[in-house]
């Protein structure tokens, strides 16, 4: 039989996501049920993954035996910037892609919607800055 990836806290839907940032790896990788299978997180270098905090970019590989059998880039929303944290860094982040000098693309631009519309705007920075200054929270449960 194939590998089945399950969680009760986070949902799989081509990426992962309702990671709060700053989960602690250890944290997150408790809450997966992996049958017939096992699993191993990546740093968004390809690197294995073993302590520290979850960002945006990470990948949780799923395994069938030695083979890789799937895999899934996390996403934090508001992490633009792949630091695990929502700062003013990924304000910048979004306001170079707007003004089209990155090119932010799969589980990085995916983050940009930190206002949950679907799109990457400029109420996706004051979202961030909400955040930041405690006037609002990003929600990471879609």
């Known amino acids: 039989p194939n590998p089945t990836l399950e969680s009760k806290e986070y949902k799989l839907n081509g990426f992962i ?8 790896v250890a944290t997150f990788l408790n809450t997966f049920t992996v049958k017939n299978g ?3 997180l990546l740093d968004s270098k390809g690197n294995s993954k ?3 905090i979850i960002t945006t970019g990470d990948v949780l590989q799923i395994y069938k035996g030695s083979e890789l059998y799937d895999d899934y880039q996390i996403v934090i ?8 944290k929502i700062s003013i860094m990924d304000m910048i982040s979004i306001q170079r892609q707007l003004l089209q000098l990155d090119k932010l693309d799969g589980a990085y631009f995916e983050s940009t ?3 949950n519309d679907k799109k990457c705007s400029l109420m996706d920075m004051v979202a961030i800055q909400r955040h930041i200054i405690k006037l609002s929270t990003i929600n990471q449960k879609r």
């Open 113 to 115: 919607d930190a206002n």
């Open 77 to 84: 929303y508001g992490d633009v910037n792949a630091d695990g």
């Open 50 to 52: 073993a302590s520290g």
């Open 38 to 40: 096992n699993i191993q």
């Open 17 to 24: 996501t309702g990671v709060k940032p700053q989960t602690e």
